[in-house]
């Protein structure tokens, strides 16, 4: 009470009479935006079918990623592909989000923010991922990307104080089931022959990132007018990743002898994961948790390993077996587990 009566001091007693009301609107605004700042948002934990669609899209051209990603490996340097990559998105988005860069606009205000969001999901992800694939094969990396849901589990508890729900954990356990299922082939004896290398340690911390990279989109800043358009929002990430990715390409050209093999194959592959992995992949999945939050949103992650194994088969002429549907039903169970809503 003592800061509030210090607020008064030299203020005309008929003021005082005259403005109360207005003060205490004044007041309750100011507090209601700074909570609004430092909580995250009210989340709607039901799937609904589009919902579901939406979360469906980013694991499904994530796949793809880790396997165009692979075959250009000795093209491009890893660092360098992740700059192309989001140069071209930007360029993308710049003739349907280019009013948020004008000035005075929340991505400049709120230039932390979006710096931040720009390293964790544009400059760091890929170009660890990207890194991954070096060394890894998109089996390991999407076996590795697997354990997002954990990690969704422990950076939303650790970090936001979100209680973890046994029906989480019980998902958890299900969905990667479903992974090991797609992994082993259903011979559960192919799990001992799985080799981890370097790359697989790097797509772990990749895989943390994009943990504290989706909980950050569950924040409420003061630019809300930005994030009412997902392109301006998008945009405002990408101006800042690409900042940063710009400055890990340049690192890694000075570091490195690495040569660029210029052809078709090299700018189809950068068209691709610019416009599907980056700009629909990101739209989707932003989308996605800012209606059922990150953790259930993690969950979809897992059909990344299926997705990518279906994918291979179809490059390769074969067809799909029992222990498919097996890992699918497993996954998706999984997803169904997690959404459960507590007893009132």
């Not at 607020?7 to 009301?21: I, K, Y």
């Not at 000035?103 to 932390?112: I, K, L």
């Not at 040569?259 to 691709?272: K, M, Y």
């Amino acid at each position: 009470m003592t800061g509030i009566s210090g607020a008064w001091r030299g203020v005309s007693p008929a003021r005082r009479d005259a403005e109360p009301a207005r003060r205490a609107v004044r007041v309750a605004v100011r507090v209601e935006f700074r909570l609004s700042s430092c909580f995250p948002i009210r989340m709607n934990e039901r799937m609904s079918p589009g919902t579901a669609a939406l979360l469906l899209i980013p694991p499904l051209l994530w796949a793809g990623n880790a396997v165009v990603g692979r075959a250009v490996a000795q093209m491009v340097p890893p660092l360098t592909l992740n700059f192309l990559r989001w140069a071209v998105a930007l360029l993308l988005l710049l003739p349907v989000g280019y009013r948020v860069l004008r000035a005075g606009s929340a991505v400049w205000r709120e230039w932390r923010r979006y710096a931040v969001l720009g390293l964790l999901g544009v400059g760091l992800y890929n170009s660890l991922q990207y890194l991954a694939l070096h060394t890894s094969t998109p089996v390991n990396v999407t076996l590795v990307a697997a354990s997002m849901p954990v990690w969704m589990l422990i950076v939303g508890r650790v970090f936001h104080g979100v209680a973890i729900r046994p029906a989480q954990v019980a998902g958890s356990v299900l969905s990667l089931a479903g992974v090991a299922v797609v992994l082993s082939q259903g011979n559960w004896e192919q799990l001992l022959t799985l080799h981890f290398v370097a790359g697989d340690l790097l797509m772990v911390l990749a895989t943390i990132v994009w943990a504290f990279y989706s909980w950050q989109l569950t924040r409420v800043p003061a630019d809300a007018p930005v994030r009412a358009h997902w392109a301006g929002f998008l945009l405002g990430q990408v101006v800042y990743g690409v900042a940063w990715s710009g400055l890990f390409a340049a690192l890694e050209w000075g570091l490195t002898d690495w040569r660029i093999d210029w052809g078709w194959p090299l700018a189809l592959t950068v068209a691709f994961v610019a416009v599907g992995p980056a700009v629909i992949a990101f739209r989707c999945w932003g989308a996605g948790v800012q209606r059922v939050g990150p953790t259930l949103a993690g969950f979809f992650n897992n059909l990344t390993p299926l997705i990518a194994a279906l994918l291979s088969l179809g490059l390769l002429g074969e067809h799909p077996r029992i222990f498919h549907a097996l890992a699918f039903a497993l996954i998706i169970g999984g997803i169904v587990l997690s959404s459960r809503q507590p007893r009132e």
